[in-house]
């Protein structure tokens, strides 16, 4: 049996109600037992519907896949250390955000829902605008003026509608609302089958390593979609038995834009809100994300940590993988400054991190 949980009021409904938030306006979890039947899942192609019966769609015929997931998983060293780094650029619309956008959009489809909003500062919104495409849902994305134009073109070519809004990410995000009041939200940050998608994550990389659980997994940290699916995913499979740990989990921020940071160091109050100041990772530049405190509980309880990293950090790596063979993103080369940051201080643990989307669609 499985439902939808309003994280505040605890009320539940219905998997079949088409809701992206609860009727008090709190945000919508899932309840749901998941199958792990190893078996058949490696008797399955090689792509996250792999656990299928570990995601919540109810009938297979309306599943929106383009063979995604179970990205290559790499060793590759930094700074002399040995890592383990998921290929998540290669994904179809080039980041790890279509893992999120395959599962929330066969749940639209399986809902027999025709129209979709949702905002982006890129590729959340490509990711969408591609699922929508495939299941011909028309899909309306808000994003701000100064997004990447490689990225704008992508959602266009999918067929989305653009909505440029002149202002921050937040004001994007708020125009998105406000629009999402008459229209299905399938939004990255609020609703729940998103998180269902990048969970997968935790469920390849288990697999990659011999059904073993790392020690670490380094993330970046924007919405938090992947650090809070990561812990999503590695409770389950811990709950399932199949891993005796769960990794800590370590979240990556730029200096410039860091309330993960602010909140785990307790050092934000009201009037010192986190301002959200100029960083080449536009894909973590949130200020307010809508779940925090999921983030926060997501490295508290795994005995992680959160990073922060300059421009000049990130420069540098972004730099440096070019060099050593993978052009990826500024964004995804925020994540491996805090991996080398982190593997300074580690010693003889198996850490996982990712490259999370591809350098081709930067400006
Ligand atoms: C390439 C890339 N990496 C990381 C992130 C951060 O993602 P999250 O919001 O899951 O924390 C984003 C978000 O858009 C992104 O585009």
């Known amino acids: 049996m499985a439902n939808l949980i309003c994280s505040t009021t605890n009320e539940f409904y219905d998997m079949n109600e088409p809701l992206w938030r609860s009727i008090s306006g709190g945000l919508l979890d899932i309840n749901f037992n998941p199958a792990f039947d190893i078996k058949k899942i490696q008797s399955r192609k090689p792509n996250l519907w792999r656990y299928r019966d570990a995601i919540p769609i109810h009938d297979d015929a309306f599943i929106l896949s383009v063979d995604e997931g179970f990205t290559p998983l790499l060793e590759i060293h930094f700074d002399g250390k040995s890592t383990w780094i998921k290929q998540e650029q290669l994904f179809s619309s080039g980041s790890y955000k279509d893992r999120g956008a395959t599962v ?4 639209v489809n399986e ?68 629009s999402a009041q ?11 089958f998103f998180f269902q998608g990048t969970k997968t ?91 925090l405190n999921q983030m926060l509980e997501a490295v508290k309880k795994t005995n992680g940590k959160v990073i922060t990293i300059s421009e000049i950090e990130i420069l540098d790596s972004l730099k440096l993988c070019g060099q050593i063979g993978y052009y990826i993103e500024p964004t995804s080369a925020a994540t491996i400054a805090g991996l080398r940051k982190y593997l300074k201080e580690s010693d003889n643990e198996k850490i996982v991190s990712l490259f999370s989307g591809h350098g081709l669609k930067s400006k």
């Open 104 to 107: 929330l959009m066969s749940k």
């Open 201 to 291: 994550f935790a469920f390849e990389v288990c697999e990659q390593l011999g059904w073993k659980a790392p020690d670490a997994v380094i993330v970046p940290a924007g919405n938090g979609t992947l650090l809070i699916g990561c812990y999503i995913g590695f409770n389950e499979l811990l709950t399932a038995g199949i891993i005796s740990k769960i990794p800590k989990l370590v979240a990556v921020q730029s200096e410039n834009c860091a309330p993960l940071f602010e909140a785990f160091h307790q050092r934000k109050n009201e009037e010192n809100s986190t301002k959200n100041t100029e960083t080449i990772a536009e894909g973590i530049a949130i200020a307010k994300p809508i779940r």
């Open 111 to 178: 809902l027999e829902i025709k129209h979709v909003v949702q905002d982006s500062s890129g590729n959340a919104g490509c990711a969408i605008a591609m699922y929508a495409a495939l299941g011909n849902i028309d899909c309306d994305i808000f994003v701000a003026e100064h997004t990447s134009q490689n990225k704008l073109k992508q959602m266009e070519m999918y067929g989305a509608h653009l909505h440029k809004i002149n202002g921050t990410r937040e004001d994007v995000a708020q125009a998105a609302f406000q």
């Open 182 to 192: 008459k229209n299905y939200y399938a939004s990255h940050c609020w609703n729940p």
